[in-house]
């Protein structure tokens, strides 16, 4: 399903396109096939017994070129997002999508992959109180059956196992974590879990924290604003309500990056940082999730002093070393 609209403040505020936004519009529009042809809303997804059933999300893989960052899509223009939803059983879902300007997304999902526009795929299964479930056939009579089980979910399971996502390529010391209190009506609905899109937010604000207070040098706030993102996976493992507190350790690593050849690109491809993060329930204990996140340094041309400064930070913490925290 391909859907046409424009970009408004009810979707970003004042700013342009954001990771937020771009996760909550594929998702509304999966959410569009899962209900098609029925007159129930998404809160009206049953089991055979009548019980509400919440599609949750396990593993999430997100990437944006170079040469068309999430942001490049500015407020009040038309936007098509694309949706491809797939069924692994009644259980399980396999969902892609993407985001381009009007008539930029492809009509066929399978090269949706190719194309050079910002995407999203993520695993996510039926659930009841945690467990998971199955919804009545009427909700995926008309949703297409994958053969094999999500490329993601299996990637979930090898991450649940071990522990982490990826061996570090270094030894490196724990961070002090980031603490982010979960507020209703800002964060969730009260009685309700968090959106798997606001766990970005969540881990944007504790990049930042680190970034900007806790390493030494710090990134000056005017670079770090500079900031925008190559690729992100996450793996959940729990979910938050309001009132909780996450705990979030941070590792963060520099590394060159080359403009793309044959690219006149507005801004200077810097560096990139690569984060890891662990988020933690602190009342719990409970691992939440895990993230890796690659986020360019996108400077505009016109700002010659922060280009400095990235090389001066570049230059400070060394490539593929842990960045070290302030003591």
Not at 28 to 46: K, M, V
Not at 225 to 251: H, K, Q, S
Not at 252 to 279: C, H, N, Q, W, Y
Not at 290 to 301: F, G, Q, S, Y
Request: glycine share 6%; hydrophobic share 45%; with cysteine.
């Amino acid at each position: 399903m391909i859907e046409t609209f424009d970009l408004t403040p009810s979707h970003v505020g004042l700013g342009d396109l954001n990771e937020f936004a771009l996760l909550t519009l594929v998702a509304n529009t999966h959410y569009r096939i899962l209900t098609q042809g029925t007159d129930a809303t998404p809160r009206e997804i049953f089991d055979k017994s009548g019980e509400a059933l919440y599609p949750s999300v396990f593993a999430l893989h997100l990437r944006a070129p170079i040469a068309r960052p999430i942001e490049a899509h500015a407020l009040w223009v038309k936007l098509s997002v694309g949706a491809d939803v797939r069924c692994f059983g009644r259980s399980f879902l396999d969902v892609r999508g993407v985001i381009g300007r009007a008539g930029e997304v492809p009509e066929t999902p399978e090269t949706w992959a190719r194309a050079p526009l910002p995407s999203v795929s993520w695993a996510g299964a039926w659930t009841l109180k945690g467990e998971v479930a199955m919804p009545a056939p009427t909700f995926v009579e008309n949703v297409p059956r994958a053969a094999a089980p999500p490329e993601l979910l299996s990637l979930f399971r090898a991450v649940q196992s071990r522990g982490i996502i990826a061996e570090a390529e270094g030894p490196s010391a724990p961070s002090a974590p980031v603490l982010y209190p979960v507020e209703a009506g800002r964060d969730v609905a009260r009685g309700r879990q968090m959106m798997f899109s606001q766990f970005v937010v969540v881990m944007d604000h504790a990049e930042r924290v680190f970034l900007t207070e806790r390493v030494w040098p710090a990134f000056p706030c005017e670079l770090v604003e500079c900031r925008t993102t190559l690729e992100r996976r996450i793996f959940y493992f729990g979910n938050c309500r309001a009132d909780d507190v996450i705990e979030t350790v941070v590792e963060a690593r520099l590394e060159k990056i080359a403009s793309p050849s044959g690219e006149d690109l507005p801004f200077v491809p810097s560096a990139v940082v690569t984060l890891t993060m662990a988020l933690t329930d602190k009342r719990s204990r409970r691992l939440v999730a895990l993230c890796e996140t690659r986020k360019l340094l996108a400077i505009p041309r016109t700002q010659a002093g922060l280009i400095r400064e990235a090389a001066r930070m570049f230059a400070r913490h060394g490539e593929h070393t842990p960045m070290k925290e302030q003591k």
